[in-house]
């Protein structure tokens, strides 16, 4: 593996765990008002395009962090859906 595949793959990571503080404290405080639909729904709508683009590259890195994210991204926008009316 050379310095450029570990860059990518650790942006990958990165960027991939960056979500999960979010969603801890979703969780924890059952609310996110604060949160936005719409970034959550351009945001996954770019993963999607990633993973593609992945698949197409056929980089198992970038189709796999993006598909992670996603998947994240998911469970926020569910939770943000599902915690809308709380206080």
Do not use: H
Not at 13 to 32: C, D, F, G, R
Not at 36 to 51: D, N
């Amino acid at each position: 593996m050379n310095t450029i595949q570990v860059i990518g793959i650790a942006a990958g990571v990165l960027t991939s765990v960056s979500m999960i503080p979010q969603l801890i404290k979703m969780i924890q405080q059952k609310e996110a008002k604060d949160v936005s639909i719409i970034m959550l729904l351009v945001l996954m709508s770019g993963l999607v395009l990633w993973a593609v683009y992945g698949f197409m590259r056929e980089d198992i890195p970038i189709i796999a962090t993006n598909c992670f994210s996603f998947l994240v991204n998911v469970v926020v926008l569910t939770l943000r859906i599902k915690y809308s009316g709380v206080k």
